[in-house]
């Protein structure tokens, strides 16, 4: 019986359902920006976005309710998730797994998006911003450090800027993948949809009959004459 | 039907855990677009709103080394050994080595430490100045054996035993490193002007064995080498049935002219809530007459202002010889400089990694209270 039950568990949705409720509970920071050491300091995770600049904090209320919006969805998700993953065989299972499996990888694709998209855009509008001064930013792309440096008048202004992602990403990446498979996997593990003809049964064509069975059944049902009851008329 | 009904569920709850952050977000701050989205920058307003004029106070300029005066004549010694070798290759004639026993190094004075490129004193970081502190060990050590001369007309009439037993003098800062046996004051005078020296004596007209000057030297040996000289004092020894007349000699490398090394005593006060390094400060000290350039300046150390705090800051300053020989020449005034000078240079301030780096222009008169005696 425990065996059948553990046969039954998509253990690759569970692992990303416990993943999921993780990253909602901690909310670490995927990615780290830092500007001019500890100046102008940006983690950033889809959970939670804290910048400060010279010691002050900096924080925007539509962003911070989105993270906390974001963090709520992530959690009710990997529960759904876990849930989804371990009663395989009711019939919500599928739907629960599929709803929180690619919840995770998203976050991670818009991040890499957001990262590989920023700089070039920054750049291109620092210029027109600090109009008279000569800036160089030659920012770094997700990963890496560079110096930004910037000149007016008398005044020349430089400041090291370092991008690093951090474990939480990579963590995140696998339970990305982990969450890709469970969808795949829960395949194999949810009762099947028989479809069958109804020429067979002599059914009009509009009244399909479709049965609920569990692999052991499958063969069974394979193996003997067809035995359908006749519905409708 | 169920199916259904659960994805369409599912769906609307995944587009409402966006949609009502945002719609709270702009409720809660009476649907205005601006103040919902953009960060609130209050703080960091209220940070750099600190008046950042008047951070820098600058003081009177002062002479490094509580020197009371300074004397431009002065010389500091670069090395001791170097001017012992300079003697034997110049002058020849050595009969051998002898043990004067002052092995080790000696006092003496060093440049500038890294103004000109020079590394100032071994063995310490801090900046040594002419006349500053005799008690650092700043030039090369002697390594105690001198060579012993004979410039006698019957060359080789003496024969070893070397004068081992030559007494030594006692009681100087600077090391007599050589040793003139059977010569007289002329023979020695001879040697030196034969091979391109200048032989002075301190009086002038006056030769003589007995010493007359507050040192006991009773001549002097130059030997130019761009802005340093090689300077040999020559001091009268005794008598000696064997040894006849002989003389010590106290030879050494040193800076042509001694200029004095200055600081800028800055006082700097940082408004913000956050410490500022004053990281590094160079430049030309211009004569603000003429606008000659007179020598360097830099930072003394880098020293960081702790937030709303205040702390004193030396810009050091360095004379190069031809910019101290200008403020002497034009601008002497009895014994003071009536001259004021300019700094134009670049500083350099860190505030966390980010360093803003601005011009620095700021004329300082020349205290009337140094005086400089030559």
């Known amino acids: 019986m425990m065996s059948k039950f553990l046969k039954q568990l998509n253990w690759f949705g569970l ?7 993780g990253f909602g509970a901690l909310a670490p920071a995927w990615w780290n920006v830092n500007l001019g050491g500890e100046a102008v300091s940006v983690e950033y995770s889809p959970f939670d ?7 002050v904090p900096m924080t925007s209320t539509l962003i911070s309710f989105l993270c906390l919006g974001a963090r709520v969805m992530i959690t009710v998700a990997g529960g759904l998730m876990v849930l989804g993953s371990v009663l395989t065989q009711k019939w919500w299972s599928e739907k629960l797994v599929k709803f929180g499996s690619l919840k995770l990888l998203w976050m991670v694709v818009m991040l890499i998006i957001f990262a590989a998209v920023i700089p070039p855009v920054v750049e291109m509008f620092a210029g027109q911003v600090t109009t008279g001064a000569d800036t160089r930013l030659n920012l770094p792309i997700l ?16 400041a090291p800027i370092t991008m690093t992602l951090t ?7 696998i339970a990305s993948a982990l969450g890709v498979v469970a969808r795949i996997y829960h395949r194999r593990l949810k009762p099947k949809k028989l479809m069958i003809r109804p020429k067979l049964l002599s059914l009009r064509p509009t009244e399909h009959k479709v049965m609920k069975v569990t692999p052991a059944e499958e063969k069974k049902i394979i193996a003997r004459p067809v035995e359908a009851k006749k519905v409708g008329k | 039907m169920g199916e259904r009904a659960l994805g369409w569920s599912l769906t609307g709850m995944g587009v409402l855990f966006w949609i009502v952050p945002i719609i709270a977000a702009f409720a809660v701050h009476g649907w205005d677009p601006v103040a919902t989205i953009m960060p609130e920058t209050d703080a960091l307003q209220s940070l750099f709103s600190q008046q950042v004029e008047n951070m820098t106070e600058t003081g009177e300029l002062r002479i490094l080394g509580d020197l009371a005066s300074f004397d431009p004549t002065d010389h500091y010694v670069r090395s001791w050994e170097r001017a012992e070798s300079k003697l034997v290759s110049d002058l020849g004639n050595v009969l051998g ?5 002052n092995e080790g190094p000696h006092h003496g004075h060093a440049p500038t430490y890294e103004i000109f490129g020079e590394a100032g004193c071994k063995g310490c970081s801090t900046p040594d100045y002419d006349n500053a502190d005799p008690t650092k060990d700043c030039v090369s050590p002697n390594d105690g054996n001198a060579p012993v001369f004979e410039f006698n007309a019957q060359k080789g009439a003496f024969s ?95 800076g042509q002219n001694a200029v004095p090394a200055v600081a800028i005593p800055m006082r700097f006060s940082n408004p913000f809530q956050f410490p500022i390094t004053v990281d590094n400060m160079h430049g030309d000290i211009l004569c603000a007459a003429d606008g000659v350039k007179v020598g360097e300046a830099r930072l003394e150390h880098q020293t960081t202002i702790p937030a709303g705090g205040q702390d004193n800051i030396n810009l050091i300053i360095g004379f190069t010889y031809g910019g101290f020989n200008h403020l002497i020449n034009n601008h002497l005034v009895g014994t003071s400089i009536d001259a004021s000078l300019m700094v134009d240079g670049r500083i350099r301030l860190k505030i966390y990694e980010i360093s803003i780096t601005t011009e ?3 004329t300082i008169p020349f205290p009337s209270e140094i005086s400089v005696v030559i």
């Open chain 1, 15 to 21: 692992a990303t359902g416990i993943f999921m409720i």
């Open chain 1, 49 to 55: 976005i804290s910048m400060t600049a010279f010691g």
């Open chain 1, 143 to 158: 990963a890496g450090s560079s110096t930004v440096t910037a000149q007016m008048d008398n005044v020349t202004l430089s």
């Open chain 1, 167 to 173: 474990n939480a990403f990579f963590f995140a990446v």
């Open chain 2, 97 to 101: 080595y002898v043990d004067l026993g």
């Open chain 2, 160 to 254: 070893t035993p070397l004068p081992l037993s030559i007494p030594k003098i006692i009681g100087r800062d600077d090391p007599t490193n050589a040793v003139v046996v059977r010569s007289n004051i002329d023979q020695i005078k001879t040697a030196f002007l034969a091979a391109g020296w200048e032989f002075y004596y301190p009086c002038e007209g006056y030769a003589s064995p007995e010493p007359h000057t507050p040192l006991g030297e009773i001549a002097d040996a130059f030997l130019d080498d761009n802005d340093n000289q090689y300077h040999v004092r020559i001091f009268y020894g005794g008598h000696d049935d064997i040894y006849g007349d002989w003389y010590y000699m106290g030879a050494h490398y040193e």
């Open chain 2, 360 to 362: 620095l222009e700021q």
